[in-house]
Protein backbone atom coordinates (compact mmCIF):
# COMPACT_ATOMS: atom_id res chain seq x y z
CA UNK A 1 0.00 0.00 0.00
CA UNK A 2 1.53 3.20 -0.99
CA UNK A 3 1.57 6.06 1.51
CA UNK A 4 -1.46 8.53 1.80
CA UNK A 5 -1.89 11.87 3.41
CA UNK A 6 -1.92 11.89 7.09
CA UNK A 7 -4.92 14.56 6.97
CA UNK A 8 -8.53 13.52 6.97
CA UNK A 9 -10.76 16.12 4.99
CA UNK A 10 -14.08 16.94 6.87
CA UNK A 11 -17.06 15.07 5.84
CA UNK A 12 -15.12 12.46 4.45
CA UNK A 13 -15.37 8.46 4.89
CA UNK A 14 -12.14 6.62 4.02
CA UNK A 15 -12.66 2.88 4.14
CA UNK A 16 -10.14 0.60 3.51
CA UNK A 17 -10.95 -3.27 2.91
CA UNK A 18 -7.60 -5.01 3.02
CA UNK A 19 -8.55 -8.29 0.61
CA UNK A 20 -5.34 -10.11 2.54
CA UNK A 21 -2.64 -8.36 1.14
CA UNK A 22 0.78 -9.34 1.49
CA UNK A 23 2.01 -5.85 2.08
CA UNK A 24 2.25 -3.12 4.67
CA UNK A 25 -1.12 -2.01 4.16
CA UNK A 26 -1.85 -2.88 8.20
CA UNK A 27 0.80 -1.04 9.48
CA UNK A 28 -0.01 1.92 7.03
CA UNK A 29 -3.52 1.92 8.43
CA UNK A 30 -2.80 2.06 11.97
CA UNK A 31 -1.08 5.01 11.62
CA UNK A 32 -3.78 6.63 10.19
CA UNK A 33 -4.76 8.57 13.53
CA UNK A 34 -8.34 7.31 13.57
CA UNK A 35 -9.90 8.88 10.43
CA UNK A 36 -9.19 5.46 8.83
CA UNK A 37 -12.12 2.68 9.19
CA UNK A 38 -9.75 -0.52 8.10
CA UNK A 39 -11.19 -3.67 7.53
CA UNK A 40 -9.17 -6.91 6.99
CA UNK A 41 -11.09 -10.02 5.29
CA UNK A 42 -9.57 -13.56 3.30
CA UNK A 43 -9.20 -12.95 0.03
CA UNK A 44 -12.67 -12.89 -1.70
CA UNK A 45 -11.85 -10.96 -4.86
CA UNK A 46 -12.18 -7.31 -6.23
CA UNK A 47 -15.75 -7.84 -7.08
CA UNK A 48 -17.07 -9.15 -3.53
CA UNK A 49 -14.48 -6.85 -1.98
CA UNK A 50 -15.93 -3.85 -3.84
CA UNK A 51 -19.75 -4.93 -2.66
CA UNK A 52 -18.65 -5.34 0.82
CA UNK A 53 -17.64 -1.55 0.67
CA UNK A 54 -20.75 -0.77 -0.58
CA UNK A 55 -22.12 -2.32 1.95
CA UNK A 56 -20.20 -0.77 4.36
CA UNK A 57 -20.03 2.70 3.03
CA UNK A 58 -22.01 5.35 5.16
CA UNK A 59 -22.26 8.28 2.56
CA UNK A 60 -24.22 9.55 -0.20
CA UNK A 61 -21.39 9.92 -2.36
CA UNK A 62 -19.02 6.20 -2.90
CA UNK A 63 -15.76 6.43 -4.52
CA UNK A 64 -13.83 2.82 -5.70
CA UNK A 65 -10.10 3.45 -5.46
CA UNK A 66 -8.22 -0.37 -5.85
CA UNK A 67 -4.96 -0.56 -4.71
CA UNK A 68 -3.09 0.05 -8.40
CA UNK A 69 -5.61 2.62 -8.85
CA UNK A 70 -3.13 5.71 -9.07
CA UNK A 71 -5.15 8.87 -8.19
CA UNK A 72 -4.73 12.58 -9.09
CA UNK A 73 -4.31 15.18 -6.68
CA UNK A 74 -7.51 17.12 -5.98
CA UNK A 75 -9.59 13.80 -7.14
CA UNK A 76 -12.13 13.76 -4.07
CA UNK A 77 -13.03 17.35 -4.63
CA UNK A 78 -13.51 18.05 -8.48
CA UNK A 79 -15.71 14.33 -8.24
CA UNK A 80 -17.86 15.78 -5.49
CA UNK A 81 -18.26 19.06 -7.14
CA UNK A 82 -19.31 17.33 -10.59
CA UNK A 83 -21.98 15.80 -8.71
CA UNK A 84 -23.03 18.69 -7.10
CA UNK A 85 -23.20 20.76 -10.13
CA UNK A 86 -25.37 17.85 -11.85
CA UNK A 87 -28.00 16.89 -9.92
CA UNK A 88 -29.38 14.86 -11.90
CA UNK A 89 -25.67 12.81 -12.73
CA UNK A 90 -24.99 9.87 -10.86
CA UNK A 91 -21.75 8.78 -11.73
CA UNK A 92 -18.40 11.47 -12.21
CA UNK A 93 -15.06 10.41 -13.43
CA UNK A 94 -11.90 11.52 -13.60
CA UNK A 95 -9.47 11.93 -16.53
CA UNK A 96 -7.22 8.30 -16.19
CA UNK A 97 -4.11 8.62 -14.33
CA UNK A 98 -1.00 6.69 -16.52
CA UNK A 99 0.81 4.47 -14.14
CA UNK A 100 4.50 3.54 -14.41
CA UNK A 101 5.03 -0.36 -13.12
CA UNK A 102 5.54 0.82 -9.58
CA UNK A 103 2.00 2.90 -9.58
CA UNK A 104 3.38 6.28 -10.37
CA UNK A 105 1.74 8.65 -12.38
CA UNK A 106 3.50 9.57 -15.41
CA UNK A 107 0.97 10.91 -17.60
CA UNK A 108 -3.19 11.53 -17.82
CA UNK A 109 -5.34 10.18 -20.16
CA UNK A 110 -8.43 11.92 -20.88
CA UNK A 111 -11.13 10.06 -20.41
CA UNK A 112 -13.97 10.29 -22.98
CA UNK A 113 -17.53 11.45 -22.98
CA UNK A 114 -20.07 8.59 -21.57
CA UNK A 115 -21.92 7.55 -24.92
CA UNK A 116 -25.08 4.89 -23.88
CA UNK A 117 -24.50 3.71 -27.56
CA UNK A 118 -20.54 2.67 -27.13
CA UNK A 119 -21.85 0.51 -23.83
CA UNK A 120 -24.92 -0.64 -25.10
CA UNK A 121 -23.65 -2.26 -28.80
CA UNK A 122 -19.48 -2.10 -28.12
CA UNK A 123 -19.62 -2.61 -24.17
CA UNK A 124 -16.66 0.15 -23.97
CA UNK A 125 -17.75 2.17 -20.88
CA UNK A 126 -14.97 4.70 -20.24
CA UNK A 127 -16.06 5.31 -16.93
CA UNK A 128 -13.31 3.73 -15.57
CA UNK A 129 -11.17 3.65 -12.60
CA UNK A 130 -12.05 5.74 -9.65
CA UNK A 131 -15.53 6.71 -10.56
CA UNK A 132 -17.09 8.75 -7.89
CA UNK A 133 -21.18 7.69 -7.98
CA UNK A 134 -24.18 8.09 -5.89
CA UNK A 135 -25.10 5.63 -3.55
CA UNK A 136 -28.60 5.12 -5.68
CA UNK A 137 -27.18 3.79 -8.41
CA UNK A 138 -25.91 0.96 -6.04
CA UNK A 139 -29.29 0.63 -4.70
CA UNK A 140 -30.75 0.79 -8.43
CA UNK A 141 -28.48 -1.80 -9.89
CA UNK A 142 -26.87 -4.02 -7.19
CA UNK A 143 -23.53 -4.70 -6.27
CA UNK A 144 -21.05 -6.31 -8.50
CA UNK A 145 -21.17 -9.81 -9.56
CA UNK A 146 -19.09 -12.07 -7.70
CA UNK A 147 -18.70 -14.41 -10.63
CA UNK A 148 -16.67 -12.02 -12.53
CA UNK A 149 -14.02 -11.68 -9.25
CA UNK A 150 -11.34 -9.39 -10.85
CA UNK A 151 -13.82 -7.61 -13.57
CA UNK A 152 -17.05 -6.65 -11.50
CA UNK A 153 -16.87 -3.40 -13.15
CA UNK A 154 -17.21 -5.18 -17.00
CA UNK A 155 -21.01 -6.26 -15.88
CA UNK A 156 -21.86 -3.17 -13.42
CA UNK A 157 -21.21 -0.42 -15.79
CA UNK A 158 -23.48 -2.07 -18.45
CA UNK A 159 -26.58 -2.36 -16.01
CA UNK A 160 -25.92 1.33 -15.13
CA UNK A 161 -26.30 2.71 -18.21
CA UNK A 162 -30.22 0.73 -18.31
CA UNK A 163 -31.37 3.03 -15.23
Avoid at 14 to 29: H, M
Avoid at 44 to 65: D, M
Amino acid sequence: MRAFSTKATPGLEYLVLDDESRDDTPAVAARDGGWIRYLRHSNLGEARTVNRGFEEARGEFIAVVNSDDPVRPGFLAAMVAALAANPGALVAYPDGAVPDRESWVIGVQSAAEHEFELVAVANRSYVGSCAMFKRCLIEAVGGRDPQFRQVGDIDFWPRANLL
